[in-house]
């Protein structure tokens, strides 16, 4: 069974830098398409970023060029480094794990980490 595990989040000021870390457990993170998705306060979840089982990345418009995901399969680990914070970049991330199977995709989501942009 998979289970994911946030950390990195906290308070920054607007400018700043954050990683977030995703560890994740249950033998089969490299055969994981992986993503980062965050809510802020009072909307709806959205994507942030994700990272296919061979490595190529995507990313939503509002932070491409301040963000980049990556992943570490020797640590079973993925991250998310965040550069250039903006306050509009407040919200709890989650980390998400898929499974691509025929009919039959499946989804992990880690408890998600707090990220505040703010003075």
């Known amino acids: 069974q998979v289970q994911l595990v946030e950390s990195g989040g906290g308070l920054v000021q607007p400018g700043g830098s954050l990683r977030l870390s995703c560890a994740a457990s249950g033998g089969i993170f490299g055969l994981l398409a992986m993503g980062w998705y965050r809510q802020p306060p009072e909307k709806e979840r959205e994507l942030v970023a994700t990272?296919?089982?061979?490595?190529?990345?995507n990313y939503a418009d509002s932070v491409k060029g301040r963000f980049t995901i990556s992943r570490d399969n020797a640590k079973n680990t993925m991250y998310l480094q965040m550069n250039s914070l903006k306050p509009e970049d407040t919200g709890v991330y989650y980390c998400n794990g898929r499974r691509i199977l025929l009919g039959a995709d499946r989804d992990y989501w880690g408890r998600g980490t707090p990220v505040t942009v703010s003075s």
């Open positions: 990272i296919s089982v061979g490595g190529t990345t």
